[in-house]
Every structure is written in structure tokens, then in C-alpha cells.
């Protein structure tokens, strides 16, 4: 079985309903779960046009990033799709989706409001997307904070009291530091490669140093191989950075999250059809039936059974 901790599968765009042709090759593939974000600060970022990058354009006034959250978790709800809302809920002959939220721009220092989206389904939240917002710096725009904030700290006690995943992708290494400082239960870094200087595009700003890895994998927390920025190498080079952080990490810490169909997954994995690529690569490389799960869905669950207590 394969679990992909981290697309936007069936719903990419602002707006819209989600496209249930996307979901319906999760099966076929087998596909057990898809984690599906929920884009908080989508009303305040775009592309710059030069470097094809997302970046913020305004701030977001009150209540905003909060209504686009909505409006996606409500898109997923009526995709017709099971909603997975615990370890046991995730089964290869049912595929299920689990609901995410990509940065806390929506909280607008109401940490009830992390209460009311784990009682409304959602199982795993960023911290930080591509806004530096009240809980910490980003990987793709200067420091503010220095780090975790005290706010960041308290957000990241009460993910941890109610039973939601904490997800540190986006976050600078200063704020990680902070999160694992205050961080009781395992943590993912759901879509992010290795730092690689001398290899083009090997220093892309949102690859991350071993030393950031290592800090989530010392919280028993697992580190998602990532497509989107790929535009050289595509799938194969997923696979390549797949193996990249076996090497670095240990087979206990590695799992896989495309974040498609975002980048250059637009055409290489726009659905999960080639999902099972992943699985028969850890297997041609020699890895046991037992290594091959761990990596494809078995680490993402035992941290989800730690966060949610089972």
C-alpha cells in the first residue's frame, strides 16, 4: 500500500470543485490514502513571473485565509471520497482521503480554531507555507522572527494535545529547532528533498540541510521524498532523492509526498497512476518487502498512531 502524505489531488486551483477522475486511479494504484491540503494563504500568494515561484503579494486581512481553508476542506468533503480520520480508518481495498491544511495563516491567534479543525476531520497542519506568519520564519523569505515564535510554541502544544500531525515543511531550520524544542510527539517534513550543492538546482531554496532532516527524524518523524521542483530529473529524480534520504536518515524516517500536482507533477504526475514507479524502485533496489513498506506507508502511519494516540 502506498500513502502520499502530501498532494493537492483533484484540487490545485483557487477555486473549483475537486476533480474526482484524479482521485478515482488512487485504486488501481495502490493508492490506501492521499493526505490532501487545504491551501491557507492562497488568496495572498503568486507566481512571480521571473522566477516561477510562489510568493506573497499582500497581507491577508482577518478572517480571510481561514474562508479559503474552508472552502477547500468543504471541496474534499463532497468529492465523494471516505474521509480517513484514524490509522484504522486507511486500508488498501478502500482508498480514503486525509485531510491537511498547508499553514497556519487561518489561526489569526485563535488556537481554538486548531480544536474546531481536528473536530471537523482535519488529521495533519503546516506550520508555515509561503507567508511568514505569527508562528514562525519561512525557508523562502527572510527571517522576522528568528525562529519559532512563543504563539508558534503554543500552536505547536496544542497540535500535539488535540491529536494533529505536526508538518514542518516550509519552515526555516531555526523555526524546526524551535518546534522540536517544544514538540512532544513525532513531526513530518512531508515534501522536501536534500540539500545537493554542485548538482543543478541542487540548492533550490526549499531542499533542506541534513542537520534540518536529522531533527525531524529525532522526533521518531519521517521526511517525505518530493517531486514538484524536479524539472531536470522529474520522476526519476524523486526516486534518486528517495534513496538520497534512506542514506542520510535511515529506512524508519523516509516517506513520499509528491505535493501533485504542483510543478513540473503537472505532467509527470497529474494523477496516481504512476505512483506504483515509487514502490517498484525501492523493490529494484533491493530493498525487503518489510523496508518497502515502511517507506511507501508504514512510517507515515506509526507517526500518525503516535499523534493520534493509538
Known sequence: ???????????????????????????????????????????VIRRDPDTKRLVKVRDPVPGECLEA????????????????????????????????????????GDLDRLNAMEARGVR?????HYLVNETGDIQTAPPVHGGLTPFGADVVR????????LDVAHCSEDTVRGVVAAASKPILCTHANLLEPGVPDGE????????YAK??????????AWLST???????????????????????????????????????????????ELETALRDHGLSGEEVEKVCSGNWLRVFRAVRGA
Open 124 to 128: 495533519s497542519i503546516q506550520l508555515t
Open 204 to 211: 533550490h531554496p526549499r531542499f533542506i540541510s541534513r542537520d
Open 230 to 276: 524536479l524539472n531536470r530529473e522529474k520522476v526519476p529524480g524523486m526516486i534518486r532523492h528517495m534513496f538520497r534520504a534512506i542514506d542520510t536518515l535511515g529506512i524508519d524516517h523516509v516517506g513520499i509526498g509528491t505535493d501533485m500536482p504542483a510543478g513540473v507533477a503537472r505532467t509527470e504526475m497529474p494523477d496516481f497512476s504512476r505512483h506504483p
Open 1 to 43: 500500500m502506498i500513502i502520499d502524505m502530501h498532494t493537492h489531488a483533484g484540487r490545485p486551483r483557487r477555486t473549483g470543485d475537486v476533480d474526482r477522475a484524479v482521485l478515482a486511479t488512487m485504486r488501481a494504484a495502490g493508492v490506501g490514502a492521499a493526505v490532501v491540503a487545504a491551501i491557507a494563504d492562497i488568496p
Open 158 to 165: 496544542r497540535m500535539n494535545q488535540v491529536g494533529i500531525i
Open 215 to 224: 531533527m525531524v527524524a529525532d522526533t521518531g518523524g519521517v521526511v517525505g
Open 69 to 108: 481553508t474552508e472552502g477547500y476542506l468543504d471541496s474534499f468533503a463532497a468529492a465523494g471520497m471516505r474521509i480517513a480520520l484514524e490509522p484504522d480508518d486507511i486500508r488498501v481495498d478502500d482508498p480514503a482521503l486525509v485531510l491537511a491544511i498547508e499553514g497556519c495563516d487561518f489561526l489569526d
